[in-house]
């Protein structure tokens, strides 16, 4: 079944902490890029990495302004350290990780699939901003400083990436929704079309079952006719015994 949204949402914000700060700087990233193999696929597999790799630039740790060039360059050297000929030793994990690294790199490679998540992050950037601003507004209200833990580079960096991975899931929950959406109609317009061909072959069988039948039923009906005149020739008319006449006596 469909994850409800709240809960999903709740999960990776769980899952967003577990990570810890070092997920989201700009260091780490240089760091994994550079990952070992079996780093490279642990990363992949981690726990709600279905969620993680919803983001194609996550999956292959680019940024989202590099250029097709940096992208298949990027995507080859991904994709031989996490190949299962490459890790014989894990080849059924390697397999899943080398399928979402092909997975991510096809997307960015579609335009309109890139488009969406470029916007997605983009979304993300300009929620945070956007909650800063007001933060900074009730701050100011209040007489406080305007100074909110977003304005540090790294903290700004986290809440965008939060924000990004909850955008990215409620997305993919909206998609499976209207994939389950799409099927209950297809499968009820299949359903109609059965009934209906049904329906047409009942009615069909039935015609075709009255014209084979229809003269015999008409003989029948001949005979029958037929019999009954007949039985009206052959029928004598019904004799009555008439009483005697009674004479009236004569009186002298």
């Known amino acids: 079944g469909v994850p409800k949204r709240n809960d999903v949402v709740g999960v990776i914000e769980v899952l967003i902490?577990?990570?810890?700060?070092?997920?989201?700087?700009?260091?780490?990233?240089?760091?994994?890029?550079?990952?070992?193999?079996?780093?490279?696929?642990?990363?992949?597999?981690?726990?709600?990495?279905?969620?993680?790799?919803?983001?194609?630039?996550?999956?292959?740790?680019?940024?989202?302004?590099?250029?097709?060039?940096?992208?298949?360059?990027?995507?080859?050297?991904?994709?031989?350290l996490v190949h299962p000929d490459k890790n014989q030793d894990d080849p059924d994990r390697a397999q899943l990780a080398f399928e979402a690294v092909d997975k991510a790199y096809k997307n960015l490679l579609e335009p309109e699939q890139k488009k969406r998540a470029v916007d997605v992050i983009q979304a993300g950037r300009e929620y945070v901003e956007h909650n800063m601003k007001e933060k900074k507004k009730q701050l100011k209200k209040d007489g406080k400083p305007q100074f909110v833990e977003e304005d540090d580079p790294e903290m700004?960096?986290?809440?965008?990436?939060?924000?990004?991975m909850k955008l990215f899931a409620e997305l993919e929950i909206k998609r499976k929704e209207r994939e389950a959406k799409d099927m209950h109609e297809r499968k009820r317009a299949r359903e109609e079309e059965i009934e209906t061909a049904e329906k047409a072959k009942r009615e069909r069988e039935w015609q075709k079952n009255f014209e084979e039948t229809r003269d015999g039923r008409v003989d029948s009906w001949r005979s029958?006719?037929?019999?009954?005149?007949?039985?009206?020739?052959?029928?004598k008319p019904r004799s009555f015994l008439k009483p005697p006449k009674v004479k009236m006596e004569q009186r002298e």
């Open 224 to 235: 029958f006719q037929a019999g009954k005149g007949k039985a009206k020739k052959e029928k």
């Open 17 to 80: 902490s577990l990570c810890g700060v070092l997920c989201w700087v700009k260091q780490i990233e240089k760091r994994d890029s550079v990952l070992t193999s079996k780093q490279q696929i642990d990363r992949l597999l981690r726990p709600g990495s279905s969620y993680f790799n919803l983001n194609p630039f996550e999956v292959l740790q680019i940024d989202p302004e590099a250029t097709d060039e940096e992208l298949k360059k990027r995507f080859r050297a991904l994709s031989i």
């Open 156 to 164: 700004f960096r986290q809440a965008v990436y939060k924000q990004t």
